[in-house]
Structure formats: C-alpha cells, structure tokens
C-alpha cells in the first residue's frame, strides 16, 4: 500500500502504463472504479499469478494505491514473487508522476 499526493485517475492512468511497461498481464482495465486486474507471468513453467491493483480517494487529499494477491506458498512480503513485483510496479508508478519517460 502507497500514499501519494496525486490525483486519482492521474495516478490510475500511470498505473495501467506501469503495469504495461513492466509486462504485465492487463486483464481488465476498469476505469469508473480505478480497478485493474493483472496476471504476474509465472516464471521456470509456474502459473502466473493474479494481482489486483486499486487506486483509492483516501479523503485526506491523498490517493491510496494498494496492490493485493493471493499468497500461495512463495514466502511472504517482500521475498515473494508477488511482492517483489508490486515493489517494481509501485516504483514505476511514482517514477512515472515524478515525470520520468516512459520506457
């Protein structure tokens, strides 16, 4: 989970380009809920992994991006997977607002 101090749909929209640039899996953009659901490529033949991305109003003139998935048993936060991916994707995310080019 992230605080940033940008607008909601300016921070969706870097999160769908974050998530393309990192190739990830986008399997549904939803733009009127600020909700995409994106696959996390399994690597060595492992299946991909399902990640749920939501950008929420926290009401305090802040915008909460949080990153969830299923836990499985890959270890947990941050050695897993999943959560080395949702570090990269949120990394991406605030290089993006801070005005870095797409790759």
Same mark, same amino acid.
């Given at each position: 989970?992230? *605080? ?13 380009? !974050?998530?393309? =640039?990192? @190739? &990830? +899996? ?12 994106? *696959? ?13 991305? !939501?950008?929420? =109003?926290? @009401? &305090? +003139? ?32 605030? @290089? &993006? ?7």
């Amino acid at each position: 989970m992230q *605080t940033l101090g940008y607008p909601v749909p300016q921070v969706f929209e870097a999160a769908v380009e !974050a998530a393309s =640039d990192l @190739g &990830l +899996g986008i399997h549904q953009v939803d733009r009127a809920g600020f909700h995409l659901y994106l *696959t996390y490529p399994g690597r060595l033949g492992r299946r991909d992994w399902p990640l749920d991305l !939501a950008v929420i =109003d926290s @009401g &305090l +003139g802040a915008t909460v991006l949080r990153v969830s998935w299923s836990q499985g048993r890959s270890g947990a936060w941050p050695l897993a997977p999943q959560g080395r991916c949702a570090g990269r994707l949120c990394g991406r995310i605030r @290089g &993006l607002l801070a005005g870095e080019s797409p790759r």
